[in-house]
C-alpha cells in the first residue's frame, strides 16, 4: 500500500512541477517578447544617428538614446545576439516540457511493443526457433479505460 501511495504522490507531484514549469515558460516568453519590443527602437535610432544629419537633429537623436540608456532599454548591437541565444534556450525549454508531457506521442506500452517487435525481427532474421508468443488478454484489462473490454476480450479469442 505504501508503495501505491509513494508512487501516486510521485505522479501527482510531477504534473505538478509540469504545471508549474509551463506556467514560468509562458511568463518567461511574454518577459522576452516584451523586452524586444522595448527595445525595438534602438536599431532603428542607430540607423538614424548615421545618416548625415544637422546639429539640432542629431542631438535629438543623442537625447533620445540617452533617454532609452537611462530606462534600461539601449540595446547596442551585441545584445541583440542575446535576444537570440534567450529565444534559442526557451525553444529548447519548450521542447523539454512537451517531452515530459507526453514523450511526443511515445508512452511505456508503445516502448514494450517496439522492443518486443525488435526481438521477433531478430528471430527472424537469425532462425530462433521459438514458438509464437501466447498472450494473457487479461493483462490488458488494467490500462483500457473503457467499459467494452469483455466484449473485445471476446473478439480476441474468436
Given at each position: ?21 509551463r ?27 548615421k ?14 538614446i ?7 532599454l ?9 535576444f ?10 519548450r ?23 525488435d ?8 532462425d ?14 488494467r ?8 466484449d473485445l ?5 474468436n
Amino acid at each position: 500500500m505504501a508503495r501505491l501511495v509513494t508512487r501516486n504522490y510521485k505522479k501527482e507531484t510531477f504534473y505538478e512541477f509540469l504545471a508549474a514549469r509551463r506556467y514560468t515558460w509562458s511568463a518567461m516568453f511574454a518577459v522576452l517578447i516584451t523586452a524586444a519590443l522595448l527595445g525595438y527602437p534602438t536599431p532603428l535610432l542607430n540607423n538614424v544617428k548615421k545618416m548625415n544629419l544637422d546639429i539640432n537633429q542629431r542631438e535629438q537623436v543623442n537625447e533620445a538614446i540617452l533617454f532609452l540608456f537611462y530606462t534600461g532599454l539601449r540595446i547596442n548591437e551585441n545584445n541583440v545576439t542575446m535576444f537570440y541565444l534567450l529565444i534559442l534556450g526557451l525553444a529548447i525549454e519548450r521542447l523539454a516540457i512537451n517531452w515530459q508531457e507526453n514523450r511526443f506521442g511515445c508512452t511505456h506500452f508503445k516502448l514494450q511493443k517496439f522492443i518486443e517487435l525488435d526481438m521477433r525481427r531478430e528471430a527472424i532474421r537469425a532462425d530462433w526457433d521459438i514458438p509464437n508468443p501466447t498472450y494473457d488478454i487479461e493483462r490488458y484489462r488494467r490500462h483500457y479505460f473503457r467499459t467494452d473490454f469483455n466484449d473485445l476480450k471476446k473478439l480476441m479469442q474468436n
